[in-house]
């Protein structure tokens, strides 16, 4: 008693399928419900049991070849159509691109990618922290307790905490500078891009800023060190040799001393040029890191000295590509982008782009 069908032949027809509905009707032709094997199983019945038995095998044996050669050839199918989507699909990254559909840098990346790139060569490392700050992180352990007038200077957004404590939006990038000391031991040169806010909004500030952290921690740095390092920086990015510049005495907390920078500018027919002339235009805060900050990292002053900056992105962005009003910075204007930013493919980021 054997099978009108040769399990060889159905194979090869399901093989020569090229695409899944014709697979779908060899698959109906011999498993459907009015499919050859059904009806060879309601056949069955007439035979008797020892013929039932051999049949039914053979039947069920066929019906598995049958279904695993379906299940096969339609995952071959599947793998074949995905191949060549995805050939299609795939982009040649080394042709010309089209500017007019590629998107722009923005010039506060710009800036944050041309600071690194100073102080990268400079051997400085990147942190980052998180905008959501304790209260300790960034006031109490940059020797600013509470009640200190700085507190009120810098116009806080506070988040209020489940467990009764404050935490604040940042309002500068100087508690990294906490972060940093508590994980890591001496030496530590570290700069600090990212966002801060404060609780101000009118032509000039906007809520949320951007500030870039500077952080130098050894057993021998000096204020010479600090102003070598931030002339050596503006004249770098500014592209400038003769920098005019001043340093002027100024307080923070966690500071001593304390500067403030002065780069010299001119502005003629409303174009502003730095570097020269006799108006000053304060481009940064620095000094020598208090005492009191490195022992309240548990660093040992008497032992370690060192150096810290700030400075806004946002003003060192508008003095570099000539952006007159702040708030085209934040407006998510196209045209605007289109006119400042930066081509994404270009890999300079010096302002001869
Ligand atoms: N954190 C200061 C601010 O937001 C800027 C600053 C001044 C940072 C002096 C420093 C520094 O590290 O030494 O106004």
Redesign the pocket.
């Known amino acids: 008693m054997s099978l009108s069908v040769d399990s060889v032949d159905i194979k090869k027809k399901i093989e020569n399928c090229k695409t899944l509905q014709e697979v779908e009707v060899i698959r109906l032709e011999y498993l459907g419900k009015k499919g050859l094997i059904p009806s060879e199983m309601k056949l069955l019945s007439q035979l008797s049991i020892e013929q039932k038995k051999i049949k039914g095998q053979q039947l069920n044996k066929l019906k598995t070849f049958i279904e695993d050669a379906v299940n096969d050839h339609k995952i071959l199918i599947e793998n074949k159509k995905l191949e060549e989507k995805l050939k299609n699909e795939s982009v040649d990254v080394t042709l010309p691109h089209n500017e007019e559909v590629t998107g722009k840098i923005h010039p506060i990346s710009q800036t944050i990618f041309s600071i690194i790139e100073i102080f990268g060569n400079l051997n400085y490392s990147v942190e980052a922290g998180p905008d959501i700050e304790s209260d300790f992180n960034n006031f109490s352990a940059l020797n600013i307790p509470p009640h200190h007038p700085a507190r009120e200077m810098?116009d806080t957004f506070y988040v209020n905490n489940a467990n009764g404590e404050d935490n604040v939006l940042r309002?500068?990038?100087?508690p990294v500078?906490v972060r940093t000391m508590l994980k890591s031991k001496p030496p530590i040169k570290i700069i600090v891009p990212g966002r801060?806010y404060r609780s101000d909004s009118d032509s000039t500030h906007t809520p949320m800023f951007h500030?870039v952290?500077?952080?130098l921690v050894n057993k021998d740095a000096t204020m010479a060190d600090l102003k070598s390092t931030l002339i050596l920086f503006l004249k770098e990015f500014f592209e400038i040799d003769n920098l005019k510049y001043r340093f002027r005495p100024?307080y923070?907390p966690?500071?001593e001393p304390?500067a403030e920078m002065d780069v010299a500018y001119t502005k003629k027919n409303n174009v502003l040029k730095i570097g020269e002339g006799d108006d000053w235009l304060e481009i940064?805060?620095?000094?020598m890191?208090n005492p009191k900050v490195l022992e309240n990292c548990n660093i040992d002053s008497s032992v370690y000295q060192g150096?810290?900056?700030?400075?806004g992105i946002e003003r060192l962005s508008m003095l570099k590509y000539g952006i007159t009003d702040m708030r085209g910075l934040f407006d998510l204007n196209l045209k605007w982008l289109d006119h400042y930013g930066f081509s994404p493919l270009d890999l300079k980021t010096r302002s001869e782009i």
Do not use: D, I, P, R
């Open positions: 810098q309002t500068h990038t100087s500078q801060t500030q952290e500077g952080l100024s923070f966690f500071t304390s940064l805060g620095c000094g890191v150096f810290a900056f700030g400075m």
